[in-house]
């Protein structure tokens, strides 16, 4: 069974960083893709970035060259640093895996931006 266990969300202000990770547990292999969608109350869920286990990653136009994405293969972790945030980046951000045309979330985790 897979599971999802994301961490690192709070409360920043606007300028700041944070930085989430999310580990994926079961019994998971060969080729699959991670990464971080965003949604807002009553928004359809938006991807942020995401990372491939060949190292292919993207981003949404919003967040390029302020948020990378990274991860660890053997840890089946991947983390989102986040800088330059701006209250526009406000909203609970959640984990995805995509492996085997299967698709997993993670719980969400809310990232407020604000003074």
């Known amino acids: 069974q897979v599971q999802l266990v994301e961490s690192g969300g709070g409360l920043v202000q606007p300028g700041g960083s944070l930085e989430l990770s999310c580990r994926a547990s079961?019994?998971?292999?060969?080729?699959?893709?991670m990464g971080w969608y965003r949604q807002a109350p009553g928004n359809q869920r938006e991807l942020v970035a995401e990372?491939?286990?060949?190292?292919?990653?993207a981003y949404a136009p919003s967040v390029k060259g302020r948020f990378t994405i990274s991860g660890d293969n053997v840890a089946k972790t991947v983390y989102l640093q986040m800088n330059s945030l701006n209250p526009e980046d406000t909203d609970k951000y959640y984990c995805?895996?995509?492996?085997?045309?299967?698709?997993?979330w993670g719980q969400g985790t809310q990232v407020t931006v604000s003074s």
């Open positions: 079961g019994n998971i292999f060969s080729m699959y893709t």
């Open positions: 995805r895996l995509v492996w085997r045309s299967m698709s997993y």
């Open positions: 990372l491939s286990s060949d190292g292919t990653t």
